[in-house]
């Protein structure tokens, strides 16, 4: 999930982000923490659990099958008993370069070097193979635009496009005869929808929440910063 998010979020042509870096950083982590609780590995804790009620615990501590999502799990695991929030910053550090490099070793993305004015080294990420990136187009498209019902792993990137504010550069506004206000709603109602099974939906709810909140918070950091 954080993969299909990163994909969405970099330029085809530039390898770079199109989005503010921190946000996407943040909204990385909580991608990581939502497939956990997806996969029911991740809950918040209920009142027959030790400790207070809607904190992180940790159901199913086996290895996912996934050296990313285990990595994220054996973070998820020093936080237990803590709000879903104080764990979304953690789980992003250094998670982007790691997931793009996965990404460049698999054939969809390019590494490039280059220099800012220059002088400062950076590297770019422009796609290598565009199949995986307009599947994902073709997704978002469906649920936002033609509001077909997305499966569980969908919505949740939705939800995550949602977070990031993100959703009017997927689907453009005016493309579907539809306004920016329209897709906003769209991709809101998802977000806050019924998708998630049952038995972890309230906690699905949850962290989808602290990463909107997570991201929000980047966001108005980056603007004091700027100003």
């Known amino acids: ?17 199109s989005a503010p870096a921190a946000q996407v950083d943040v909204a990385l982590g909580g991608a990581n923490l939502l497939e956990l609780t997806l996969l029911t590995k991740v809950d918040l804790s209920g009142e027959l659990d030790a400790g207070k009620p809607g904190r992180i615990i940790v159901r199913d501590p086996s290895p996912a099958g996934d050296e990313i999502l285990d990595a994220a799990l054996g973070i998820v ?11 979304i ?16 070793l698999s054939g969809v993305l390019r590494a490039e070097q280059g220099r800012v004015l220059g002088v400062l080294p950076t590297r770019r990420w422009p796609t290598q193979d565009t199949s995986h990136r307009a599947r994902l187009r073709r997704l978002v ?3 936002l635009a033609q509001q ?41 109602q998802i977000a806050e929808g019924t998708w998630a099974p049952e038995a972890i939906r309230y906690a699905v709810g949850q962290m989808i929440a602290a990463v ?8 108005a950091a980056g603007s004091v910063t700027s100003t």
């Open 77 to 87: 695991s020093a936080h237990q008993g803590k709000k879903p929030s104080t764990v």
């Open 1 to 17: 999930m954080a993969e299909e998010l990163l994909l969405l979020v970099t330029d085809d042509v530039s390898g770079r982000l």
């Open 148 to 188: 077909a019902a997305p499966q569980p792993p969908g919505a949740a990137l939705i939800a995550l496009l949602y977070a990031l504010g993100y959703e009017h550069k997927i689907v453009g506004p005016g493309e579907h005869e539809l306004s920016r206000q329209q897709l906003r709603a769209r991709a809101e």
């Open 141 to 143: 498209n469906q649920a």
């Open 89 to 104: 910053s953690p789980l992003g550090k250094n998670l982007r370069r790691r997931l793009y490099e996965r990404l460049t």
């Open 212 to 219: 909107v909140t997570a991201t929000s918070a980047a966001a």
